[in-house]
């Protein structure tokens, strides 16, 4: 098991973090909504309620070429608890085969009115 935390304190109110983090979906954008990258692509199957409690989506992405899966896997992801402006927990499944990954994303508003950022994720192989 891995587990890695990382925060950011960002110069933006929790609302404009979470915005950027969590963009609504174009008006009459087909489904699944597929986004693209250079090293990999998302495909949202469930967008979920407000927050994005429920989305359900895979990710490909790229992997060291020895785990013989030709540099790419696949990973199937879904939000189990979502707060609007505040947290997204997720937990996966993806490689290696039958890995399980869980974390969060949390918008701490700070006094100041801007907002400390916290991505947490734990890995189990």
Same mark, same amino acid.
């Given at each position: 098991?891995?587990?890695? !935390?990382?925060?950011?304190? =960002?110069?933006?109110?929790?609302?404009? /973090?979470?915005?950027?983090?969590?963009?609504?979906?174009?008006?009459?954008?087909?489904?699944?909504? /597929?986004?693209?990258?250079?090293?990999?692509?998302?495909?949202?199957?469930?967008?979920?309620?407000?927050?994005?409690?429920?989305?359900?989506?895979?990710? =490909?992405?790229? /992997?060291?070429?020895?785990?013989?899966?030709?540099?790419?896997?696949?990973?199937?992801?879904? =939000?189990?608890?979502?707060?609007?402006?505040?947290?997204?927990?997720? /937990? *996966? =499944?993806?490689?290696?085969?039958?890995?399980? *990954?869980?974390?969060?994303?949390?918008?701490?508003?700070?006094?100041?009115? !801007?907002?400390?950022?916290?991505?947490?994720?734990?890995?189990? *192989?």
């Amino acid at each position: 098991m891995r587990s890695y !935390t990382l925060r950011f304190h =960002v110069d933006a109110p929790p609302q404009k /973090v979470w915005r950027v983090l969590h963009p609504p979906p174009p008006p009459n954008s087909p489904r699944p909504r /597929v986004l693209k990258w250079p090293t990999g692509s998302m495909e949202i199957l469930n967008d979920g309620d407000e927050a994005g409690e429920g989305l359900v989506r895979t990710s =490909v992405f790229d /992997v060291p070429e020895y785990l013989l899966s030709g540099g790419k896997a696949r990973s199937w992801e879904t =939000v189990t608890e979502a707060e609007l402006n505040r947290l997204s927990r997720y /937990v *996966a =499944v993806g490689p290696p085969p039958w890995s399980r *990954a869980e974390g969060y994303h949390q918008l701490d508003e700070q006094p100041d009115g !801007t907002t400390v950022l916290t991505f947490h994720a734990t890995y189990h *192989a």
